[in-house]
C-alpha cells in the first residue's frame, strides 16, 4: 500500500468538491430495499452511486482511461470497471466492479455485497482486484462530509462520497 500511494503522489490532483440532494434517491433507495432483501440481496445508497459514476464515465470517456508508467500514452477503456476503496480484514483495498455500464442496481448491489464479504473475509480473488478504471471512496460511513482522496495508478480519476443527509421531503 505504501508503495501504491507513494506513486499515486506523483499523479497530478485537482479537488472539487459540492453537495447534491439525494432526498428522492433515498425514497426510490427505500422502496427498493425491501423488495430486494426478500431476494437476499442489500441495497444501499451506493450501487445508485456506482451506476451513476458508469453514467458519467458515458458522457465523459477521458476519466475512465489509464495511463501507461510514462503517463505518456492515454488507453481509453470501454468498460466501466469501477473500483470501491474498501478497509478490510487486511487492510485498504480496492475490488473492482466489472462491466458496471451493463449492471442493473440490483446485479450491481449484489455483486457489492459479494466483495464486501470477501473483504471481511480476506478472500479476494486475483480477479477481483484487477482491471479498475475509474474509483470510488466512500468516507461517509466513517461520517466524512469531504475528503482529498489519492487517484490508484495507473487509473486518472477518483470520487469520494460523503456523508449522506436527507432533508425534509416535500412534493412540489
Do not use: W
Not at 471481511?120 to 470510488?136: P, R
Request: charged content about 20%.
Amino acid at each position: 500500500m505504501v508503495k501504491t500511494m507513494t506513486e499515486a503522489l506523483k499523479i497530478p490532483h485537482f479537488l472539487y468538491c459540492d453537495e447534491v440532494p439525494v432526498t428522492k434517491l433515498k425514497i426510490l433507495q427505500q422502496s427498493l430495499k425491501t423488495e430486494s432483501e426478500k431476494f437476499g440481496v442489500k441495497i444501499s445508497m451506493m450501487p445508485f452511486f456506482i451506476k451513476a459514476a458508469s453514467n458519467a464515465l458515458q458522457r465523459y470517456p477521458v476519466l475512465n482511461a489509464t495511463v501507461e508508467g510514462d503517463c505518456e500514452k492515454v488507453i481509453y477503456r470501454g468498460a466501466h470497471n469501477i473500483g470501491i476503496a474498501m478497509d478490510t480484514k487486511n487492510g485498504l483495498a480496492v475490488p473492482v466492479i466489472k462491466n458496471v455500464d451493463q449492471l442493473s442496481i440490483v446485479e450491481i448491489a449484489k455483486e457489492l455485497n459479494r466483495l464486501m464479504m470477501s473483504g471481511k473475509e480476506g478472500s479476494f480473488t486475483n480477479s477481483d482486484l484487477i482491471g479498475g478504471s475509474f474509483t470510488i471512496s466512500n468516507i461517509g460511513v466513517i461520517g466524512g462530509t469531504y475528503a482529498s482522496p489519492v487517484i490508484l495508478p495507473p487509473q486518472v480519476a477518483i470520487i469520494a462520497i460523503g456523508a449522506i443527509k436527507v432533508m425534509d421531503f416535500k412534493e412540489s
